[in-house]
């Protein structure tokens, strides 16, 4: 296929625009029916990131985090250079499907897992301590103030405004908080 565009774009140039509008076409198409290009704008507008860097995930949350960082009057740290390495801890379990019928198996479907788990324990990093007064103690050892950090705010934040999207039908709103 790539052959045939080439030999159009240098022998054909009316067959070359054809199919430079159908394929156009096709792409305004597919982004108004998904409705990608409302759903950009809004993730753009909460981010604070270009449109055409609207989906990197990464920047995202560095610039969420950072603006909040900031109203704090911190500044953050160079990956790598001004923090110690904290260590790890063991992620979850993935368990290969057997089949069959099987007695006693429970399956348990958490909503917002990871998001739960940050926002229980106040996971951030300006929150882990190695000592302190009444600390909230994870599963795994790890300490973290009470003090509430930016990460589970943000967290809260998003579960609000999503929440208020959903009482609203507001679909759009609803599904971007819930990809942020």
């Known amino acids: 296929m790539p052959d045939v565009i ?5 022998n054909d140039r009316a067959t070359f625009v054809d199919y ?3 394929d156009s076409r096709l792409v305004r198409d597919i982004l108004r029916i998904e409705g990608l290009i409302p759903l950009t704008v809004s993730r753009s507008a909460l981010t604070g990131l270009s449109l055409d860097n609207a989906w990197g995930n990464i920047g995202a949350f560095e610039y969420l985090y950072i603006t909040e960082l900031h109203k704090r009057l911190i500044v953050a740290p160079s990956l790598g ?3 110690p390495d904290p260590g790890g801890a063991s992620g979850g379990m993935i368990v290969p499907p057997q089949p ?3 007695r006693h198996v429970f399956v348990f479907d958490f909503k917002s897992l990871y998001p739960s788990i940050i926002r229980t324990f106040n996971i ?10 009444d600390p909230i103690k994870a599963p795994n050892g790890a ?3 009470r003090e509430p950090g930016i990460l589970p705010s943000l967290l809260a934040q998003f579960f609000e405004s999503r929440a208020e999207a959903q009482a609203n039908e507001n679909e759009l709103a609803s599904f971007t908080y819930k990809i942020i």
């Open 6 to 10: 080439l030999d159009a774009y240098q």
């Open 81 to 83: 250079t001004d923090t």
């Open 124 to 133: 951030d990093p300006l929150t882990a301590i190695n000592v302190g007064d």
């Open 100 to 102: 069959g019928v099987h």
């Open 20 to 22: 430079c509008l159908e």
């Open 143 to 145: 300490r973290f103030a």
